[in-house]
């Protein structure tokens, strides 16, 4: 069992910067990858970022690429998500998770935290 707890969600001016953390249980972190989704309100959770277990690799959505960057301290037990030139289409609740391959597919995973709210004003 893994258990995800996010944090650094809140309110932001557009063109602003946030940087969302997923803390980790458990001591098999450094095997899974790790995702970043978020679902706006009265939209589908999408992908947003993901990266493998060593961090050698990081997939984007389109939407994020140039602004976001994902990252991880298997040693910590945590992965990041730096958000640089926030949009008000930014605005959602943002999920890590966690699952054996780096995916943008939401069923690959296998363990969700509950979310934090990050909302970009304009």
């Known amino acids: 069992q893994v258990q995800l707890v996010e944090t650094g969600g809140g309110l932001v001016q557009a063109g602003g910067s946030l940087r969302l953390s997923c803390a980790a249980s458990?001591?098999?972190?450094?095997?899974?990858?790790m995702g970043w989704f978020r679902q706006a309100p009265g939209k589908e959770r999408e992908f947003v970022a993901v990266?493998?277990?060593?961090?050698?690799?990081?997939y984007y959505a389109d939407s994020v690429k140039g602004r976001f960057t994902i990252s991880r301290d298997n040693a910590k037990n945590t992965v990041y998500l730096q958000m640089n030139s926030l949009k008000p289409e930014d605005t959602a609740v943002y999920y890590c998770?966690?699952?054996?391959?780096?995916?943008?597919?939401?069923?690959?995973?296998?363990?969700w935290g509950q979310g934090t709210q990050v909302t970009v004003s304009s």
């Open positions: 998770a966690a699952g054996s391959l780096p995916s943008d597919y939401e069923g690959s995973y296998d363990y």
């Open positions: 458990g001591r098999t972190f450094s095997s899974y990858a």
């Open positions: 990266v493998s277990w060593s961090g050698g690799r990081t």
